[in-house]
């Protein structure tokens, strides 16, 4: 009687001790822990599984062998290299495909930035108000530019003022064109002037038209010779 009432308590003693540390009563529990062994094997196999691939560079005879940058650290398992070899080049080519989109998708938004800007020269340098030219592509990023893309900047002038005056008459101009319920977002935008004025452009042109000389054809009076056909 007395060796079960010792063990009774040295049971609850057990008991007690296992709820101030929060274990969980298991099959086989207080003896073993099937699910901490299988959480410790789960771990194990997780780091082996991040181990990078391919050779490992060691330090040897003062070099390192290999010379140019390859991983460290202990080998990748055999199932391991087996999955990666098996399924190669996934998942790395997951990566790859998302360096190039992004890459895409910064240069499609700078390009449609540039599209849906008006720079200077579309504006009035003494009202700042805009051009007939100006209008037209305020017109067309309206109508034709994405809704997704459809965001009007005006390039910054170099004074505070000067750059609140023209977001200003942008913003009441696609008031006039599309009305207050259709008004797309209108921002200031720091950026260079890619490009010159067309009367600038019209200017150079008709002046090279008018320095270009008239044809004309080299032709040397006199009679022919014998050898042309001539008397």
């Not at 790395?92 to 992004?102: I, K, L, P, S």
């Not at 609140?164 to 209108?186: F, H, I, K, W």
């Not at 720091?190 to 054809?217: F, N, Q």
Request: proline content about 7%.
């Amino acid at each position: 009687m007395t060796t079960a009432v010792r063990w009774s308590t040295y049971l609850l003693v057990i008991f007690a001790f296992s709820l101030t540390q929060g274990y969980e009563a298991q099959a086989g529990w207080p003896w073993s822990c099937d699910t901490c062994k299988e959480a410790e094997k789960e771990a194990k196999w997780a780091e082996r599984a991040a181990r990078p691939v391919g050779s490992r560079q060691k330090y040897k005879f003062g070099e390192l062998w290999p010379p140019y940058p390859r991983p460290t650290g202990p080998k990748q398992h055999f199932w391991n290299r087996y999955h990666h070899a098996h399924y190669w080049p996934y998942p790395y080519q997951c990566e790859d495909r998302a360096y190039v989109r992004d890459v895409m998708d910064r240069q499609m938004h700078n390009g449609w930035a540039d599209q849906t800007t008006l720079y200077a020269y579309h504006f009035e340098k003494d009202t700042n108000k805009l051009t007939e030219a100006g209008l037209l592509h305020l017109r067309w990023i309206l109508t034709h530019a994405p809704e997704s893309r459809r965001t009007v900047f005006v390039q910054s002038a170099n004074d505070s003022i000067e750059s609140q005056e023209r977001l200003a008459n942008v913003q009441y101009a696609a008031s006039q064109m599309a009305g207050d319920d259709n008004l797309p977002p209108t921002m200031l935008r720091l950026a260079p002037t890619y490009g010159r004025p067309a009367r600038e452009e019209d200017m150079k042109y008709r002046a090279y038209i008018g320095s270009i000389l008239p044809p004309r054809i080299l032709y040397t009076p006199g009679g022919g010779t014998a050898s042309n056909g001539g008397n």
